[in-house]
């Protein structure tokens, strides 16, 4: 395509805003690039699995991001530049969660669709991102069926041969996720009222909280954020003492040291590790966005109730 060969030609000119080597090969073409099935690339894991299911064999689909990658602070890198210079369309989350994606971009005529372009945000409420978009929109179920949808449609401009097998796709993905909510909503159930509050190293529950019914307290808003910082940690060991909350909770992607230090000065206990911006390798806790909802929920349920069940 000549949109792609221009791409490769233009490549190393955007290796500056991307900090790339001026020896890198940048017009050699990519494998991806003789195949006829279109070649759609997300920013990050969750966002490949989400689109994989949805396009099923009809398209190949690629992270840039690999599995266990902080996605907030991430730098591209020369091979990034190649890779989208030999994809067909960008899917990204949007909502200032990827704000190196048009450094990346800007050399490239690359498509471009925005997950959460349809979604109400909700405001992050403290910290240097106070007042902006908390991106975090994928960790509801009920937001990740709008998410299902944006996605059947790009796939469909994309290979409109192909926009039947896609929005039966997201139906039945949609109504997996619906159901998944109802199972959410009834696990929390059981949590005492009192204890309904989900504290964690980011703020990046704010989605599933509200759907759920869980007030939400994080010692940081977002992972650009200066994280755990004595302040911090000391505002959420009298929030946890004093309301009595069982449980605390971490991200696997950065470090827990500050919500330990909060769980061993509160009397509450560290309920475990939760997965937001990545998914596990295949053999992993949470190969897929599914997984990934699930085992937070169990892991969530389990620390409020004080279970003795060990989750993941």
């Given amino acids: 395509m000549l949109r792609r060969r221009l791409a490769s030609l233009l490549v190393l000119a955007g290796c500056a805003s991307v900090g790339c080597s001026a020896s ?18 997300t920013t990050f894991t969750v966002l490949a699995d989400m689109v994989q299911v949805v396009g099923g064999p009809q398209v190949q689909v690629e992270s840039l991001l690999e599995v266990g990658r902080e996605v907030h602070g991430y730098e591209p890198t020369p091979a990034d530049l190649r890779r989208a210079a030999g994809a067909d369309l960008l899917i990204a989350n949007g909502l200032g969660l990827e704000g190196w994606l048009d450094g990346l971009l800007a050399p490239l005529d690359l498509p471009r669709v925005t997950l959460t372009d349809r979604i109400e945000p909700i405001l992050v409420r403290s910290g240097e991102y106070e007042g902006l978009a908390n991106p975090h929109a994928w960790m509801s179920p009920v937001v990740g069926q709008q998410y299902v949808e944006a996605i059947a449609d790009a796939l469909a401009t994309l290979a409109p041969r192909h926009s039947r097998l896609f929005a039966e796709r997201a139906e039945a993905y949609s109504v997996t996720l619906d159901e998944l909510h109802d199972q959410t909503v009834e696990r929390l159930a059981t949590v005492p009222t009192s204890a309904r509050v ?12 509200r759907d759920a019914g869980l007030e939400e307290v994080y010692l940081w808003a977002v992972n650009a954020d200066r994280q755990g910082t ?6 959420a060991i009298t929030t946890v003492r004093d309301r009595g909350v069982p449980a605390v909770f971490c991200e696997s992607t950065v470090s827990s040291t500050g919500q330990e230090q909060v769980a061993r000065e509160s009397g509450a206990t560290f309920g475990g590790v939760l997965y937001v911006d990545s998914l596990s390798e295949a053999d992993g806790p949470v190969p897929t966005y599914l997984d990934l909802l699930r085992h937070d929920v169990e892991v969530i349920v389990a620390g409020l109730t004080r279970s003795q069940e060990v989750v993941g």
């Fill in 24 to 41: 890198v090969d940048a017009a050699e073409p990519s494998a991806s690039r003789s195949s006829a099935v279109p070649v759609v690339l």
């Fill in 198 to 209: 989900l504290v964690t190293c980011e703020g990046a529950f704010s989605y599933l909280a």
């Fill in 230 to 235: 004595p302040r911090q940690v000391a505002d």
